[in-house]
């Protein structure tokens, strides 16, 4: 942040990048649909979505977060770590969303954003380290290949 011209912007961009192919990586647009159907049919509206011009749905950052949280497992019974930490995630995401364009280089914003990138790190070890106990050690090996970040 030092160097750049306009350092919260660029480093919340590489933050939503960073979330993004975390969710991309970790599972495909077809494996989180698939979940969400198997796991959540109540919640499919909310889950997923249909982009204009076109006819596939798509799973929402919401869903794609949920079936990270979740390590693609069946779900017999909710779990509230895994809820909170998915929805954080993706609040966290949208965040740093408007707090790319609203770049004004003051000194707040920078503490703003050191304050995303903690909330990132926790989302993402309440995931990692809760969420996945539970998973069978051959999917989660799978899981963790796909995300070296995680290994």
């Excluded at 647009?29 to 509206?45: N, S």
């Excluded at 920078?110 to 106990?133: H, K, N």
Aim: hydrophobic share 45%.
């Amino acid at each position: 942040m030092k160097y750049s011209a306009d350092p919260v912007s660029q480093a919340a961009n590489s933050l939503i990048e960073l979330i993004d192919r975390l969710l991309r990586d970790a599972f495909s647009d077809e494996e989180v649909l698939a979940w969400i159907q198997d796991a959540f049919p109540g919640r499919i509206k909310a889950l997923t979505y249909v982009p204009a011009g076109r006819s596939a749905m798509l799973p929402t950052k919401l869903g794609q977060a949920l079936c990270l949280a979740y390590g693609a497992q069946q779900v017999t019974d909710p779990s509230l770590i895994n809820e909170t930490a998915a929805v954080a995630l993706t609040t966290v995401r949208r965040q740093l969303q408007a707090l790319k364009h609203a770049d004004t280089g003051s000194p707040a914003e920078s503490l703003q954003l050191v304050g995303y990138l903690s909330a990132i790190e926790g989302c993402l070890l309440l995931m990692i380290r809760l969420g996945w106990s539970s998973i069978p050690d051959d999917q989660l090996n799978m899981l963790r290949s796909r995300l070296p970040v995680a290994a």
